[in-house]
Every structure is written in C-alpha cells, then in structure tokens.
C-alpha cells in the first residue's frame, strides 16, 4: 500500500510500505476513507517528538471501513465504518477504567503515527479495535465525525470541561489554530457571556470571528491584559492556552481574575515558568491534560443533533495521493489560510456519507 512515512527530521516521502495485518486477536484492519494532518504532525517532522522513529507512518485522525478483525473482536464488524481516534484504549488498565484513555498503560494513549504505523495511509492495522473505534452513523458525513478524532475532543475535554466554562463566563482564548477555533465551537456549549480571542495572525482572528468569538485581539499590537481588563470586571473568567510557549502561558495567567481558571492545552517543548510569586495570592486554579477522547460519543450525538458542525474546519480537500502536498499546504498555513486539509482515499467523496460511495473491494460484504 502506499503512505506517508517519517524518515527523520525534515524528511518525509509517500512510500510503497507493507500491507497492514492482524497481529494481535484484538486487531481490525481498516480501509481509510478519510484522514487528516494534525499541527503535531509538522512538530513530528521538526523532531520535536523523539518517541516517533524514522519509518513510521504518521497520522492519528481517520475515518475508515473495516475490512478485517481479529478473533476475539466482538463489537465491530467488517464492513462497519468507524471513526478512528488520536487515543487508543486497551480497556483493562486503571486509567481506561476511568475513561483516562491518554494515560493508558496498557499499549494504548496516543501511540497511532507516533509508536505505531498511523492514518495517513491507504490502509490501517487498529489495536484494541473493540474499545478504540467509535462506529459513524449512516447519516453522517466522513468530514462531520472526522475532527472528532483529535481537535475537538481536545480542545473540549482539556480546555472546556478542565478549565469548567459556565453560563454567562467571559472566556479568553490565546492561539486561534485548529485547537482555540475548536474550544470556540465547544465553549459555545455553555452559552458564555463573551468569547475573546487572541492570536498574532490577523487570519486566524478572522476566522475565530466566524466561529464565533465576539472580540479578536491581535496581541503583537495591543496590550491583550489591558484590553481584557477593559472588558470585563478584572479578567476572564477562565482562560486556555492554545500555543504552548512561555508568553502564551503567561498571557493566560495574567488575563484572569483572582479565582479564575487557566486551561493549559498547549503542548511546551521547553520549560516554561508558573509565576507563584504573583499568583498566589489569587487563588487561581491551573489545569493541565493530554487528551482522553471519552467525549467522542458526546461530541457525535451533537454533530448528529445538529448542534456542532465541525465541517467548517475543511479549508482544503486533497486525494490520499496527493498526502505530499496536502503537507505542504497545511505546512504554509500563513500563507494558505489553511485549518485542516481533508484527505480522502480514491473511493470516498468525503462530504457524503457511508451510504453513497460505499463501495467495498471484493470480497468485503
Ligand atoms: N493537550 C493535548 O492533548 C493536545 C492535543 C492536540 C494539540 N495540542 C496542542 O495545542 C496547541 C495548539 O494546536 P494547533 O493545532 O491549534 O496549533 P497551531 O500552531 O495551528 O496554532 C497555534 C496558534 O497560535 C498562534 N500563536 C503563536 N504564537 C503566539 C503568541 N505568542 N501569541 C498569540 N498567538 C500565538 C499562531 O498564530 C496560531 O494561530 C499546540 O501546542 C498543540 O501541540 C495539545
Ligand atoms: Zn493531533
Ligand atoms: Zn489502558
């Protein structure tokens, strides 16, 4: 089969690899229908993840139609179209126990295109299928369940419910990328007060405008703490962090009122200070977190009600093919305004749903 491999820093290629198989008894094989190109990617391709070696597959969001599974799957069926998440689950461990599926120690957390061959593929071999896959309803398109797979679950469980938005708080967003754009969509769920969103790039802010923050500040301009001071009665209520650098961090921590909250989502690759000197005094609550995706059913049921749609994160539509440039468009996001690049696989037209377009190869029901 053909995919997209890793092959160090800076390198990467659309290769002819090895078919996917079964391997252990909890295993599915799954055709991808649909995939897409995660900002952690391009950290993976700077080296800035040294767990993911040289020759594997990247990818962690897909969707896909099972084409095989191991004997002692249960609850997925050949044929079954299935969302494939970001987190694998082995279901036994203390942490899958309690939906932590990130902090899985079982061989599942985050381990597709990371410790294992990923999505980006036209093939997939999907450990501990029976906990990890999530199956698509008929009537939903692939690009209305696929950023389902990271993003939103992201940006929903560790922004949202750790960071405990409510009715009527004023909620400031720093970094408007995929994540912040996603915590806009999943914070409108608590009808806020207000939304403000922050980022240095005038086109991200725009874009959080339409996903619907009521301000955009750009802060390589204006002093973000003093214009949120301006708005609200001493700070945000809660605050995210969707960068993942210092003063972002910082930023964070300083726009919020004393009992406030700062949801950490960003992903640091450098130490980064807490300032206790300052804060201490404030009683302010900072969380932290890797995502589980145990919203995933949540999220789906309010796609399927009409209540979130997440197609609106599709900017660019490419052939799995053509994942090569696909890359090279979500690489120049400056320049592309791109926000997440579908990738579909030859048999699918993405914004339809399982029943038109379904045509298995021979030999799958
Ligand atoms: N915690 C988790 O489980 C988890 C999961 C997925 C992604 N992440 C992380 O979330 C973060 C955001 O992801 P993304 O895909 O949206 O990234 P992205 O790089 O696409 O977006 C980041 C945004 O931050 C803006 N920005 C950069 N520096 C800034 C500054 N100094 N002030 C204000 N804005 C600034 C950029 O203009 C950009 O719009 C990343 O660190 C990513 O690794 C965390
Ligand atoms: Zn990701
Ligand atoms: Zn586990």
Redesign the pocket.
């Known amino acids: 089969m053909k995919a997209l491999v890793y092959h160090g820093p800076g390198e990467r290629g659309w290769d002819t690899v090895a078919d996917p198989t079964i391997i252990d008894p909890t295993d599915a094989v799954v055709r991808i229908d649909s995939s897409t190109i ?3 990617d391009l ?1 993976i391709l700077k080296g800035d993840v040294p767990d993911c070696k040289p020759g594997t597959v990247l990818g962690h969001e897909a969707v896909g139609t099972v084409l095989e599974i191991g004997a002692s799957v249960t609850t997925v069926a050949v044929g079954d179209r299935v969302l494939l998440s970001c987190v694998s689950s082995c279901g036994r461990c203390r942490y899958c126990k309690e939906s932590r599926y ?1 902090q899985c120690l079982g061989g599942g957390g985050w381990i597709f295109g990371n410790l294992i061959d990923g999505l980006q593929a036209e093939y997939a071999r999907v450990p501990f299928a029976d906990n990890s896959v999530y199956k698509v309803p008929d009537d939903l398109s692939d690009e209305q369940v696929l950023f389902l797979a ?2 939103l679950p ?1 940006a929903y469980e ?1 922004g949202v419910l750790n960071g405990v938005v409510s009715p009527g708080d004023v909620v400031a967003i ?8 996603a915590a806009i969509l999943t914070s409108m769920l608590y009808t806020p007060g207000k939304i403000v969103a ?4 005038d086109n ?1 802010l725009e874009s959080a405008l339409r996903f619907g923050a009521d301000i955009a500040i750009n ?2 301009r204006e002093d973000a703490t003093a214009r949120v001071m301006e708005l609200t009665d001493g700070g945000a209520d809660v605050a995210f962090e ?4 210092q ?2 961090f910082e ?1 964070a921590t300083e726009l919020i009122r004393p009992c406030g909250r700062v949801a950490n ?3 640091h690759g450098k130490p980064v200070t807490l300032h206790l000197e300052t804060l201490w005094t404030r009683d302010v609550t900072v969380t932290t ?3 589980d995706t145990y919203t995933i059913p949540r999220l789906m049921k309010l796609v399927a009600s009409g209540r979130l749609d997440p197609t609106i994160f599709a900017t660019h539509r490419f052939p799995l093919g053509d994942t090569m440039g696909a890359y090279d468009t979500f690489a120049d ?1 400056a320049s592309t305004n791109a926000l997440k690049v579908v990738l579909h696989g030859s048999e699918r037209d993405p914004s339809s749903n399982g029943h038109i377009a379904a045509a298995l190869p021979a030999g799958v029901a």
């Open positions: 995660c900002g952690t950290h990130g990271d993003i992201t560790v720093v970094g408007a990328g995929p994540i912040g754009l922050i980022d240095l790039d991200r802060n390589g969707a960068v993942g650098v003063q972002t930023l989502i960003g992903v977190g890797l995502v996001a």
